[in-house]
């Protein structure tokens, strides 16, 4: 199974800040990831699929890239709404995997 | 308006047997391939099972595979996850989520809780 690694698993920051995530995989995905937004005690949102097609009514602030192995997710003005944990997901071969996900919290 | 809603949880003893259900509505339902994902409490996603529109293909997680059977109703717009032989690690909230086929999953339910416990 394709495994995803996470980085950091949790992030400090403040309203207005740039923040990255980054998603590596075992082996070459394609271009076959997605990215989700998870808020405490809801389900997860599609935010960017296909490395970096923003899903509809996504933020532009929200912007995603890479390439094999290696992804970003970058949020280049952080909101107050965008404290959330989100996920990295391949779905270039089953078994589908999920990164372990990355907090992102207020500073 | 697109919606999935997942029933059937509850609180099982190991070794239990439930059935999940999720019901879709508000679009084509044969044309997605569906798919169930699970979150323990406190932890990270994890895919379960995947389903194709006709039935035709279907793909477990390896820590499912042999008790869990995922099987979906076109005219009913219906999936259901059959889940036997529970275990305490099986506690989680199962949603149920659609995607294109070579697409991601897009569209979640909100879940359904599923307890194993003696």
């Known amino acids: 199974a394709i495994q995803l690694t996470q980085s950091p698993s949790s992030l400090s920051a403040s309203v207005g800040d740039r923040v990255t995530i980054t998603c590596r995989a075992s082996q070459g995905i394609s271009s076959a990831l997605a990215w989700y937004q998870q808020k405490p005690g809801k389900a997860p949102k599609l935010l960017i699929y296909d490395v970096s097609t923003l899903e509809s009514g996504v933020p532009s602030r929200f912007s995603g890239s890479g390439s094999g192995t290696d992804f970003t997710l970058t949020i280049s003005s952080l909101q107050p709404e965008d404290f959330a944990t989100y996920y990295c997901?391949?779905?270039?071969?089953?078994?589908?995997?999920f990164g372990q996900g990355t907090k992102l919290e207020i500073k | 308006e697109v919606q999935l809603v997942e029933s059937g949880g509850g609180l099982v003893k190991p070794g239990g047997s439930l059935r999940l259900s999720c019901a879709a509505s508000g679009f084509t339902f044969s044309s997605y391939n569906m798919n169930w994902v699970r979150q323990a409490p406190g932890k990270g996603l994890e895919w379960v099972s995947s389903?194709?529109?006709?039935?035709?293909?279907?793909y477990y997680a390896d820590s499912v595979k042999g008790r869990f059977s995922i099987s979906r109703d076109n005219a009913k717009n219906s999936v259901y996850l059959q889940m036997n032989s529970l275990r305490a690690e099986d506690t989680a909230v199962y949603y149920c989520a659609r995607g294109l086929v070579d697409d991601p999953i897009d569209f979640w339910g909100q879940g359904t809780l599923v307890t194993v416990s003696s």
């Open positions: 997901q391949q779905f270039n071969s089953y078994p589908y995997t």
């Open positions: 389903i194709t529109t006709s039935s035709n293909y279907i």
